[in-house]
Every structure is written in structure tokens, then in C-alpha cells.
């Protein structure tokens, strides 16, 4: 057995189960990329457009499958960091573990802008500047609250908006499931010239959430029976959900490509503008959903970072009464709110993409190695190392596909990261 998989980590409640576990995995992937993800593809990728989806969640599913099996050897808080830390030494963990906390504020700042323009449609005052930053502050202000009072009950609200999220939506799956056919598809060929290559980045991009459960693992009562089966369960019912829904779309509309809401326009072709209202209502409950898991799990990476000595000892911090770690969830909100009120999240999306790569990579290198050095997992899956290898090479492919200033973003970001984990080092050492 790996590292430190016995005691967990010190002071964290153990509250959440598998079901608890396999919907925050769904409501991590169902959020603001569900939302742009028909008309992005129909315009991106044409008659390709299922094809994409299909290869991101095959791609995704390598990392799923590489995820379980290395995180069935642990049951601390922290996720694909703490693997990396472990098969490669502490300033790969770091490197992972900051590329993790950089790209959830990204996604962060993405989901709130979607939320609030689904909003600005229901109350079109939310769409003037200062109103719409009063709004983003109340947001992150109410969603940290009920994240410093507990990971029950944050874990409780993610339950419910799930559900209510996913009520809409499933109506929608069930036309495409009822109506669409494969000549309903784009008939229109791929945009020239990085037509695919920018609707595989938005098809990772929605499918991306399903590490949400292992960062969380230090909270839960049976991680290493109940992780398993929530990521790969939580990552099916999304795959189906995303092909049902894109289905919908080219079946009902015209012209997918062309609507700004896709999936308010197919709602409102069979309830009229009530229907439009509903969607606009769910796609806010969506995104609402989806950025309380970033609440949720982002602080334990920035917790997980500070307990191996890579971040400021204060970082550590559990609350008393709530056992939450309540300094890391205010830095955390502060942080992610100033990126969301000033829009730089666009500067960040493509780098979201290359650091989810590079840290879910790892994860499939550390399988290889942890196999080799510490033989079987407590749950082994059958060809993980040809699997691994696969995720690998996936993961190097997609990141040679960005743009040079993506990638050179990516350095710039680690070399901050480098540069702070050495001052705190030098300051107060290693943990």
C-alpha cells in the first residue's frame, strides 16, 4: 500500500458516501458545458459533432478508469496531487496540485459568467455591469458561507441542485432519444482550419469533474469501495445524457449552430416561451450546482498543497465547531470572485484544458509506477497498464494541439507556483 492511506486527513469529517460521492461527480460534469456544448460543436466540428463528444468522453474514460484504480490505494484528501506526490516525489505533487487549483479558477469564473447571462434573460437587470457584479459578490459570499458551516451540508445543497438540474435536462435526452435520428446531424464540415481541435477543447471542457469524489476522498466514510464506482458511474450517466441532448438540439432546431441558448430554444419549441423560461431557470440552477463543487473541492486542494509544506502553514486551519478548513475556503472565494467580476477567465480557458491534461497524465503515469514498486491495487482494472499507456499518449497529443501561447501560459503559471512554494519553504521549511 501507498503513502499515508490509513488515518486520512487529520481533523476532516468523514461524512460523505457513494451516493453522496456519484452526484457530486455528475454535478461537477453537468454544469455550464452542457450549455454551449450543441451550438459550440454544431459550429466547430458540422457532422463530426457526436464523434467529438464520443472521442472526449473515450479520452476522458482513460482517466476515469487510470483515477479509480490509483485512488482505490488511498484515502486521503487531495486526489490526483497526492498520487503524483507519491510516484514521482513532492514537486511533481505540487506542480499538479497548483495546475489543479489554477484551472478551478478558471472554471469557476466560466460557470459564473454562463449562470449570469442565463440570468440576465430571467432578470434583465443582472445585465448591467454594477448590478451583475453586486450579484457575482452575493454569490460567492452565500456559496462560501454554506461551505465554511460543513461538508454536509455543502455536500446536501449539491444533492438537491443536482436533481433539480438534472430534471429538465432529461426531458430534453428523451426527445433526442424519441425524435432524432443520424440525419439530423450538421450537415456543415468542420470550420477551417481548428474547427476540431477547438470543439474537442469544449468537449473536455464539459466533460471534465469526474476527480471532484477522489480530491474529496479524506471526507468520505468507504473510499476505497465507494470511489470506483461513483466516478465511473457518474461519468456514464453523463455521457449518455450529453449525446441525448445534443441529439435533441439538431433534431428540434433549424439551425443549432446559430442559437445563443440551444437548449432554451428546443424547451420553448414544444412549451413555448414558458418553456424558455424554465431552461433559463435550470441552466442558472446548472451552473449554481456546478460552481458549489468548485466550492466545495477547490479549498481541499489548496488544503492538501499547505499539508505537504508547498503553501502557507495557515492554509491548514480547521475550523473548531464546523471542521472545515475555513482559511483555504476564504482564500479560495476572495480569489476566484476577483477572477469572475473581472472576466480573465477567457485568458485562462485554454490553459483549463492543457493543466487538466498534464495532471490527469500523471495519475496514468503514477498507475504504471505504483503497480510496478507496490504491486496490486485494492482495485486493479483489467489492462490498467495498456489503459494508462493510452491516457498518456491521449493527454501528450491533446496538449501538442494548443497554441503556443497556451502552452507558454501553462509555464508561466508553474513557474509562479515554483516560486511560491519556494518562499514558503525557505520561510517556514517543509511540512
Not at 470550420?191 to 476540431?196: I, Y
Not at 446559430?258 to 423560461?277: C, N, R, Y
Not at 479549498?299 to 475555513?326: C, F, K, M, S
Request: aromatic content about 8%; charged content about 10%.
Amino acid at each position: 500500500m501507498s503513502g499515508p492511506d490509513d488515518g486520512g486527513s487529520p481533523g476532516l469529517l468523514r461524512g460523505l458516501g457513494r451516493f453522496d460521492a456519484t452526484l457530486l461527480t455528475i454535478n461537477s460534469i453537468v454544469g455550464a458545458g452542457v450549455l454551449a456544448l450543441p451550438a459550440g460543436l454544431a459550429l466547430d466540428a458540422g457532422r463530426w459533432s457526436l464523434a467529438v463528444v464520443l472521442l472526449a468522453f473515450v479520452v476522458i474514460g482513460f482517466m476515469a478508469l487510470t483515477l479509480a484504480e490509483v485512488a482505490s490505494r488511498f484515502e486521503v484528501t487531495g486526489g490526483p496531487q497526492v498520487y503524483a506526490g507519491i510516484a514521482f516525489g513532492p514537486l511533481t505533487g505540487f506542480s499538479v496540485g497548483w495546475l489543479f487549483t489554477v484551472s478551478r479558477f478558471a472554471s469557476f469564473a466560466l460557470i459564473a459568467q454562463v449562470m449570469f447571462d442565463y440570468a440576465a434573460v430571467l432578470w434583465p437587470v443582472l445585465g448591467e455591469p454594477l448590478a451583475r457584479a453586486a450579484g457575482l459578490t452575493l454569490y460567492a459570499l452565500v456559496f462560501g458561507v454554506l461551505n465554511l458551516r460543513g461538508v454536509r451540508q455543502a455536500a446536501w445543497t449539491g444533492n438537491l441542485l443536482t436533481i433539480a438540474k438534472l430534471l429538465p435536462l432529461v426531458p430534453i435526452a428523451l426527445v433526442g432519444l424519441w425524435f432524432a435520428g443520424w440525419n439530423d446531424l450538421p450537415a456543415s464540415e468542420p470550420r477551417a482550419p481548428d474547427g476540431l481541435t477547438d470543439a474537442l477543447q469544449l468537449a473536455l471542457f464539459a466533460c471534465f469533474g469526474f476527480d471532484v469524489a477522489a480530491i474529496l476522498a479524506g471526507e468520505m466514510r468507504n473510499p476505497r469501495r465507494d470511489l470506483p464506482v461513483s466516478i465511473l458511474a457518474g461519468l456514464g450517466v453523463c455521457c449518455l445524457l450529453y449525446l441525448l441532448v445534443m441529439l435533441a438540439c439538431f433534431a428540434v432546431l433549424e439551425d443549432t449552430a446559430a442559437s445563443k441558448l440551444p437548449l432554451a430554444d428546443v424547451a420553448q419549441a414544444f412549451l413555448g416561451p414558458a418553456g424558455a423560461t424554465i431552461m433559463a431557470a435550470a441552466a442558472v440552477v446548472s451552473c449554481l450546482a456546478g460552481n458549489l463543487v468548485q466550492l466545495l473541492v477547490t479549498p481541499r486542494n489548496i488544503y492538501a498543497l499547505a499539508e505537504a509544506g508547498d503553501l502557507p502553514r495557515q492554509l491548514l486551519a480547521v475550523h473548531p465547531v464546523w471542521r472545515t478548513p475555513h482559511v483555504a475556503i476564504v482564500v479560495y472565494v476572495v480569489l476566484a470572485w476577483l477572477l469572475a467580476i473581472t472576466g480573465t477567465f477567457k485568458y485562462l480557458l485554454a490553459i483549463f484544458v492543457i493543466a487538466r491534461m498534464l495532471a490527469h497524465g500523471s495519475t496514468a503515469a503514477a498507475l504504471i509506477v505504483l503497480r510496478r514498486r507496490d504491486g496490486p491495487a485494492p482495485l486493479p482494472i483489467p489492462g490498467g497498464t495498456v489503459i494508462a499507456v493510452l491516457a498518456i499518449a491521449a493527454c501528450l497529443a491533446i496538449v501538442a494541439t494548443a497554441s503556443w501561447q497556451a502552452v507558454r501560459d501553462v509555464a508561466i503559471v508553474l513557474a509562479v507556483g515554483f516560486l511560491l512554494r519556494a518562499f514558503v519553504r525557505r520561510r517556514v521549511g517543509p511540512a
